[in-house]
């Protein structure tokens, strides 16, 4: 009797009831935000540790190598997330441009002999001393957060072409054509989705978005048939019988997934890491290793703290009441969806092998403390809604009065 109760109708509408009005409450946003990132960090620190034992101890660094390193990644991301998190949203304003500036000379410096790192095809490394990095993904919260205070600007004028275009399109541009020139497209197509995800979400008419996408597309076009790699990549991918070698990871990322079943073969269970993958597992095809040791339940967890990411991701940009707010909250939820979304359908056989990383879950420095970067800003830009404004003041304790002052009033009432 107790099962039917809790199965009723009027129960189910009780608890969708509830689940609306925590929706809707002013800090849902925030909290679903830190609650989604929180959960894709946990399971990617522990799925690096899994996946990466098997190269590590290969290569003589110990099994623990890539996953202790990942840690380190994981704190120091975690100091820039709560910094940036208590950041004034108007003094994100101001460093717009700086943070322009910042990413241009990181990418072009990558193109300096001696500073550009070559790293299987692309020149999209900085080595700066003993620190190695990757510029592009600081460059992609860089570009969201200059757009955001472009078009803060330009509010009220937006209706208008030219004050539209100047200086997004030849500006943003820019960053996209120094991605590109390191020969990294999997990271262009990001920051492409980025661009075209900000000029839609301000209101760009599709007479103006249609030429944009179609001209960045044809570039992308030519940048394909200009490298042999990459029209092996696209071969590999229409009959992967053309190039086995080649076909090889891809393939055992499919075999990984159609092996874990429901629940998977178990934690540390994974076959296909220990070679099939190659150097994959813990990087671009980590998911392909979630689905073969926690299954179809790893698998749709994944998905769906990026689901719930994404809509609070929209929903902070929804009740937003300032421009440069929207269009960074817009911006960043755009970038971290577009790169899962690019991510899992390499995995799955979906897209051509692009080398682009799961944000939060895949092993990689620069990528982890930049994705973190970018949660520390959305946190900002959540507690800066006007109904997070009214509920963080409303919880603030009056100042209690100093004793010192209590006794001086009462000496004077004497």
């Known amino acids: 009797m107790a099962s039917d109760a809790a199965t009723s109708p009027v129960a189910r509408f009780t608890i969708w009831s509830q689940v609306r009005v925590l929706a809707a409450s002013p800090m849902a946003p925030y909290y679903f935000v830190a609650a989604s990132v929180s959960v894709l960090v946990g399971i990617g620190s522990l799925m690096v540790l899994s996946s990466s034992a098997a190269l590590a101890q290969s290569t003589q660094d110990g099994p623990y190598y890539f996953a202790l390193r990942q840690l380190a990644f994981l704190g120091a991301g975690l100091v820039f997330m709560v910094l940036l998190s208590r950041f004034p949203t108007s003094l994100l304003r101001k460093l717009g441009w700086l ?10 410096a990558v193109q300096i002999p001696g500073l550009g790192v070559l790293v299987n095809g692309n020149r999209n490394w900085l080595l700066i001393g003993t620190v190695q990095f990757q510029p592009s993904e600081f ?9 955001g205070t472009v078009f803060h600007v330009k509010r009220g004028r937006l209706h208008e072409p030219l004050q539209l275009a100047v200086p997004f399109v030849p500006l943003g541009g820019l960053v996209l054509a120094l991605v590109l020139a390191g020969h990294d497209l999997g990271t262009g197509l990001i920051v492409g989705l980025i661009l075209v995800a900000v000029m839609w979400f301000i209101g760009t008419p599709l007479r103006v978005l249609l030429p944009l996408g179609a001209l960045v597309s044809g570039l992308a076009v030519l940048l394909v048939y200009g490298s042999g790699n990459r029209m092996s990549r696209i071969s590999v991918f229409l009959d992967p019988q053309s190039n086995t070698d080649l076909s090889s990871q891809p393939m055992a990322a499919l075999y990984a997934l159609a092996s874990g079943g429901w629940w998977g073969l178990g934690l540390g269970a994974s076959k296909q890491k220990w070679g099939g993958l190659k150097d994959g597992a813990h990087t671009d095809f980590i998911f392909a290793v979630i689905g073969e040791e926690l299954g179809l339940f790893g698998v749709l967890l994944i998905i769906a703290m990026f689901a ?9 940009a929804i009740r937003s009441d300032k421009m440069f707010n929207r269009v960074v909250a817009a911006g960043i939820t755009a970038w971290f969806l577009g790169q899962a979304t690019i991510n899992i359908f390499v995995v799955m056989h979906l897209l051509p092998v692009l080398g682009v990383p799961l944000p939060f879950v895949s092993y990689g420095g620069s990528a982890l403390i930049a994705s973190l970067m970018g949660v520390g800003v959305l946190l900002c830009l959540a507690r800066d809604t006007p109904g997070a404004r009214a509920y963080l003041a409303s919880r603030k304790v009056p ?13 004077e009432d004497s």
């Open 99 to 108: 943070f322009w500036g910042i990413g241009v000379v990181l990418l072009i």
């Open 139 to 147: 460059a992609k919260l860089a570009l969201v957060v200059w757009c």
């Open 308 to 316: 719930l990411l994404g809509w609070a991701g929209l929903e902070i």
């Open 399 to 411: 100042a209690r009065p100093r004793m010192t002052s209590v006794m001086a009033a009462g000496r």
